[in-house]
């Protein structure tokens, strides 16, 4: 008898002692699992951050391109996917400042982010020297307009103006000099002004969004128009008809044939300068940090740009907006700030 209750509690002790294991096991093995679950969902809630911030990026590279995009953006990723709204009904511009909310949602398996961020673009829709027909930057030389030439639109140059005697103007001349009416020809009007930063530019930005990247000297034809914005290293000259909204930009100087043709608005940038040969009809936005030369009584249509311009006796130069104007690449001067991006709504994972 005895025996059977010393076996009897053995058994006992063994069932106890084993239900205790079997209970500590899957504990442990819960709280694996458990810590697994959380640690997984923190990696997908901090991956789903990531892509949204991801996505307001993304929303930058397209607004430096086209400041007027408000279409939504998404975007595939190997950790998951991103949604990019513009928030144009809450935008706000004040004088050439535009600020526009951008939201920007990532999805990471289960997770869910969403962030938004302001952005700032100044100036906006363009820089305001571009609202001239010619933009004359240098305050030392004076800007001639020399004999029978013709210019509809507004002026503006940082220095001294001199008009011819025939020159006909058939707008307003904004000057922060004097200017000098050759035998009291007033056919324009003169108005000072305050002086105003010439629109900067940023040679890397233009070359990372360059369809086609060439290196100078070289020739561009009809060939190249094709290709949307072509970036050259070194020295250009075109010849032949550009299509319609073609960038051209050369890191140096950009020559314009006299066989050159355009049917709607082009935009040439020359960072070391731009020539005009013969007597050309363009339509066209033309920018340069340092000379753009006429050398012949060439039609210009739309913006002439520059540090300094020489124009030629009977050159014609009418104004067209090119912010009106479908062109591949931006013009110049654009510059956009974000603020500290905030978190709009937190979703947590759930199994």
């Known amino acids: 008898m005895e025996l059977r209750n010393k076996t009897g509690s053995a058994l006992i002790a063994v069932l106890v002692l084993t239900a205790v294991f079997i209970t500590i096991t899957s504990s442990v093995v819960s709280l694996q699992r458990v810590n697994a679950t959380l640690a997984s969902n923190y990696l997908n809630e901090a991956q789903a951050m990531y892509l949204a911030d991801g996505g307001l990026a993304t929303a930058e590279t397209v607004l430096q391109q086209n400041p007027k995009h408000r279409h939504s953006l998404t975007g595939e990723l190997a950790t998951g ?171 140096g100087k950009l020559t314009v044939s006299v066989d050159t043709v355009t049917s709607g608005m082009v935009l040439l940038i020359g960072v070391g300068g731009i020539t005009v040969e013969g007597s050309p009809t363009l339509t066209a936005a033309l920018y340069s940090p340092a000379t753009i030369t006429f050398l012949g009584p060439g039609t210009i249509t739309g913006t002439v740009t520059a540090r300094r311009i020489l124009g030629h006796s009977g050159n014609r130069f009418s104004y067209l907006n090119p912010d009106t104007e479908e062109l591949q690449a931006p013009l110049p001067g654009l510059t956009i700030t974000r603020s500290s991006w905030y978190q709009k709504f937190f979703v947590p994972v759930t199994d």
Do not use: C
């Open 81 to 251: 996917t991103y949604q990019v709204e513009f928030q144009k009904d809450r935008e706000v511009l004040d004088e050439y400042r535009l600020t526009l909310p951008v939201e920007a949602t990532g999805y990471a398996n289960n997770a869910k982010q969403t962030l938004v961020e302001f952005f700032t673009l100044e100036p906006y829709p363009k820089h305001p020297a571009f609202d001239y027909i010619l933009f004359h930057d240098n305050r030392q030389d004076e800007l001639d307009l020399l004999s029978n030439i013709e210019i509809h639109g507004n002026i503006f140059a940082q220095g001294d103006v001199y008009v011819s005697a025939n020159a006909i103007i058939h707008g307003t001349i904004y000057t922060a000099g004097n200017v000098f009416w050759e035998e009291d020809n007033e056919q324009g009007i003169a108005q000072s002004s305050e002086t105003m930063a010439f629109p900067h530019f940023d040679l890397d930005f233009y070359r990372s969004i360059a369809s086609t990247v060439i290196s100078g000297p070289t020739y561009l034809d009809n060939t190249h128009s094709n290709e949307g914005i072509v970036f050259v290293s070194g020295d250009a000259v075109i010849t032949g008809t550009l299509v319609p909204g073609t960038a051209i930009i050369t890191s």
